[in-house]
């Protein structure tokens, strides 16, 4: 799921995503899904920029909003 996206404000060109996950084994059956699939693949070469990510496990606090 996606729980959020952000745009830089001094980067127009930089994203930040939180997505959500049953757990690591559904992250990677997800991302695993997603890197083979050939509509990404079509995009990528029809929009040939410079991609990079920071991927971090994280888990809400006990007093969070998002518990």
Same mark, same amino acid.
């Given at each position: 799921?996606?729980? #959020?996206?952000? %745009?830089?404000?001094?980067? &127009?060109? @930089? =994203?930040? !995503? *939180?997505?959500?996950? +049953?757990? +690591?084994?559904?992250? %990677? /059956?997800? !991302? @695993?899904?997603?890197? &083979?699939?050939? #509509? !990404?693949? #079509? =995009?990528? /070469?029809?929009?040939?920029?410079? =991609?990079?990510? /920071? #991927?971090? *496990?994280?888990?809400? @606090?006990?007093?969070?909003?998002?518990?």
């Amino acid at each position: 799921d996606v729980v #959020a996206v952000w %745009q830089r404000l001094d980067n &127009a060109n @930089t =994203l930040v !995503w *939180m997505l959500a996950y +049953r757990d +690591r084994a559904h992250r %990677q /059956e997800v !991302w @695993t899904a997603f890197a &083979a699939d050939p #509509a !990404w693949h #079509a =995009l990528r /070469e029809k929009y040939a920029v410079p =991609l990079s990510a /920071e #991927a971090y *496990m994280m888990s809400a @606090t006990d007093y969070s909003k998002l518990k």
